[in-house]
């Protein structure tokens, strides 16, 4: 039984970048794709609003922060990690950045480096706390949730900051064309992380580690320097999250972010990244942020009362992974 | 006297979605007996078995147990038939005890409250335990127990269910020569007791030491049944692999010239002591003692997976720092360790990802990949290693344990090393893989490589090697040149002889 036929190899700018990356996506999600069509369907019908240029760029303004931090947290997953920190380290982030323009009179692009690089400052500290200790990333980023949601508080006294610098808060409010500037953010972040995990070394070793950290290690990977980076860019990203959705609220709120950790892992488990590590996808996680989405989106033009969507939004999710799981233990058992 | 069978299965057909795994395939197990399934990797044992514990249902086929056809639909139902199966690896629960884990899932309850009674759950493990492993005690932690305990533990499990059955897949993988000896000792009070014992391992010799007949599988297909007393080694090959085997061990000795690494008094306290040696280019350095002697550490610490306390490694005469793999890797230093599954592999991964993971550099620049450069390297070791697959894009983890083992190398080979450490190189692989991993180390020491060989395998190390070091307790317990190689002498040494 001597088989020997290799995959034909196509080799082609446009077969490597666009064929190739649109059929895989097609493949891997095509579940949940027929799940975020039907729900837009039933939506159309039931509200004639819910189809409108308006209320589709809508919904992906209010998608795009739960689009950045579900980003960062598919990294942090397919290494095998979880971040619960990102909700109070957004809150900091943008908070700081709010409070040294206002009070400290810092110029506006030195008080959002300073703003990020606090961030990714404390998601090093995850990082290097998680890998010099092999303290679970679940209990090390507990912790820094609630130091940085404490020292949000201490910095703004536990009020919110206003921000009357038009700069700032421009970048939050402002549009090009019809599209909001934090879209915008979105897309060139979701290209960027797309080619930090599909097309670098970094991406491949993210893999690897995740799908088995010993044999990482035994490859000459240096397992602890991805954990810090990855866990440093995650928190890069929600500082700057926190920024841009201060800049929006012309405020630093140090209550924000209360629960955005949990979205953002429910994103990224829609979009079928697997919690044992070393399985999923950029394209899948984008797809369940917009399940998201939309079903708040919807949920909000049918009247439906907030405390209501908390209780079908859990019983969509545990619906959802539910089939993602049953599919693939079928695959597994043929 | 012939005795009453136990267990037959006849015409059993299985498909799983491309793959044909087995073909019209018989097989009878009689009370009293040891009978060995034999074949290589992929030849259908594991599947016969899935079916047999009920993992698995077949596609056709008739299985009678005592006689009576019998409908295996769960692993609960097989149970229930008396049938229990011993995996390769373990499966109980480290933390709990014995008795515990001897009981799992079938606790006896005190009349009272429905608390865990259990008192009357370690008496009935010490009744079982009599039978197999007397010196357990049913409080102690299964945890604090070594491998071949654990094996009893798990054939305690068994006999609690009144199991008259019993699978054995690969239970002397990783034990002692001791260990199997009292292995077989068990195996042997339990073939009093009229128990049926299906028993599968790639090791030759056991079988001739253990069972009564041998069933062979090949492809899928049911091939033929031996009595053990009646057959011979050369046969039994013969029927597995289906073709003419070449000599097994291929080895063209060669003068070997300068030295390549060279380590003096490398010490770590408890696990090393004074480990002093040199390597030659194009030498097969072999390395034997018994597990747990301290060569799998010896490999780490050259390779940087372990720190050490004291003692020097030069490699070409210089001295160097081996910090970290990464380290060991730019001095053009590779290990293939001992587990494939555990450190070798990213199972979930492809072949072409396992491959390129040492050698991501040589051809992704920053964002840019060079997927041609990329696959003609993979291709390439794929062709040379003979690795079997329909395409480099196929998972790891479905690939059979030789093609895993190739993939290992692969993944080493393109490193282009010039210090080559095996560890355990052949483990769990079948003999037609084996015939072309000792080709293979035999062409790279031909090159000029310089290869240290751990293996516990004797006739291994013996054949293939141009010295061998023997460790015992973390020391260099002897060296032999390959006039001396004997056996006997080896394990002299090995267990602290001098």
């Known amino acids: 039984m001597e088989v020997k036929v290799l995959a034909n190899h196509k080799n082609g700018l446009v077969h490597n970048y666009l064929i190739r990356p649109v059929v895989n996506f097609f493949r891997d999600n095509l579940g949940i794709l027929l799940g975020l069509l039907g729900l837009c369907v039933a939506l159309s019908f039931l509200s004639p609003y819910f189809f409108t240029i308006e209320n589709i760029l809508n919904v992906l303004r209010q998608v795009s922060t739960n689009a950045n931090l579900a980003l960062g947290m598919t990294l942090v997953i397919i290494i095998g990690g979880i971040d619960l920190s990102v909700g109070p380290i957004l809150a900091l982030g943008g908070t700081l950045a709010a409070g040294l323009i206002t009070n400290n009179n810092i110029p506006v692009p030195l008080a959002i480096t300073m703003g990020v690089a606090v961030g990714a400052l404390l998601g090093m500290f995850n990082g290097v706390i998680i890998s010099r200790t092999g303290i679970a990333p679940f209990i090390v980023t507990l912790a820094m949730m609630q130091i940085a949601r404490g020292a949000v508080y201490v910095y703004a006294a536990g009020q919110p900051i206003r921000t009357m610098v ?104 829609l979009g079928g990244t697997s919690f044992s590590g070393g399985v999923g996808r950029i394209g899948g996680t984008i797809i369940g942020v917009l399940v998201i989405g939309v079903l708040n989106n919807g949920l909000n033009l049918l009247n439906i009362n907030s405390f209501w969507q908390l209780i079908v939004k859990g019983f969509v999710i545990l619906l959802a992974v539910y089939i993602d799981i049953s599919k693939k233990k079928k695959r597994l058992k043929q | 006297m012939i005795e009453p069978i136990l267990l037959e299965m006849r015409g059993i057909h299985k498909q799983f979605p491309g793959v044909y795994a087995l073909n019209n395939v018989a097989f009878e197990l009689r009370r009293g007996e040891v009978h060995a399934l034999l074949g290589e990797n992929g030849a259908g044992k594991s599947t016969l078995i899935k079916i047999l514990a009920g993992v698995h249902s077949a596609n056709e086929g008739e299985i009678l147990v005592k006689g009576r056809p019998v409908n295996l639909d769960s692993v609960h139902t097989a149970n229930a038939y008396g049938i229990s199966v011993i995996h390769q690896e373990l499966c109980l629960v480290p933390e709990m005890t014995v008795a515990e884990n001897i009981f799992l899932g079938r606790e006896f309850q005190t009349s009272f409250w429905k608390m865990v009674d259990y008192r009357q759950i370690n008496e009935r493990a010490r009744k079982i335990l009599a039978l197999c492993g007397p010196e357990l005690q049913p409080e102690a932690k299964v945890s604090d127990l070594s491998i071949a305990e654990q094996q009893m533990v798990e054939i305690a499990k068994a006999l609690s269910i009144n199991a008259d059955i019993i699978v054995m897949d690969e239970p002397t993988a990783s034990l002692t020569n001791k260990e199997v000896g009292l292995l077989f000792k068990i195996i042997k009070e339990l073939k009093e007791k009229k128990m049926g014992i299906i028993y599968i391992s790639h090791r030759m010799e056991e079988l001739f030491e253990i069972t009564d007949r041998i069933t062979v599988l090949r492809d899928g297909k049911y091939i033929g049944t031996r009595e053990t007393r009646n057959t011979h080694r050369e046969e039994l090959i013969g029927l597995m692999v289906g073709r003419e085997l070449g000599e097994l061990y291929q080895r063209n000795y060669q003068e070997t010239s300068d030295v390549v690494l060279e380590v003096q008094n490398l010490a770590k306290k408890g696990v090393l002591q004074d480990i002093s040696f040199t390597l030659k280019r194009g030498e097969i350095l072999g390395f034997a003692g018994l597990v747990g002697a301290g060569r799998s550490e010896l490999a780490q610490v050259i390779f940087g997976i372990e720190t050490f306390d004291s003692g020097r490694i030069y490699i070409e005469q210089k001295p160097v720092e081996i910090t970290s793999p990464s380290v060991a890797m730019s001095h053009r230093i590779a290990l293939v360790p001992e587990n494939r599954k555990e450190q070798g592999l990213v199972l979930i991964k492809s072949i072409s990802y396992n491959i390129t993971l040492t050698v991501l550099k040589q051809f992704v620049k920053f964002i840019k990949t060079d997927h041609q450069k990329e696959f003609n390297l993979v291709h390439d070791y794929v062709e040379r290693l003979g690795i079997k697959t329909p395409s480099i894009d196929q998972q790891v983890g479905n690939l059979s344990g030789g093609n895993q083992q190739k993939v290992v190398l692969a993944k080493w080979l393109a490193t282009k090393p010039r210090v080559l450490i095996l560890d355990e190189p052949t483990r769990g692989v079948d003999i037609g893989a084996k015939a072309e991993i000792y080709a293979l180390i035999n062409a790279l020491a031909a090159e000029g490589v310089g290869i240290i060989m751990i293996s516990s395998e004797l006739p291994e190390v013996i054949n293939m090697s141009d010295r061998i070091m023997v460790m015992h307790k973390g020391s260099i317990a002897g060296s032999l040149i390959r006039d001396e190689f004997d056996q006997e002498r080896i394990m002299h040494y090995a267990t602290g002889g001098n």
């Open chain 1, 166 to 269: 038009p700069e700032f808060n421009f970048l939050g409010n402002g549009y090009v064309g019809p599209i909001a500037l934090p879209i915008i953010y979105t897309v060139v972040l979701i290209i960027l992380v797309s080619i930090l995990l599909n097309k670098t070394k970094m991406g491949r070793y993210i893999y690897a580690i995740g799908g088995n950290r010993e044999a990482a290690k035994y490859s000459g990977i240096n397992i602890q320097r991805v954990q810090v980076l990855v866990h440093t860019l995650i928190g890069a990203i929600a500082a700057f999250s926190g920024v841009i959705l201060c800049a929006r609220m012309y405020s630093g709120q140090p209550t924000l972010g209360n629960g955005f950790e949990l979205d953002a892992i429910a994103a990224v488990v």
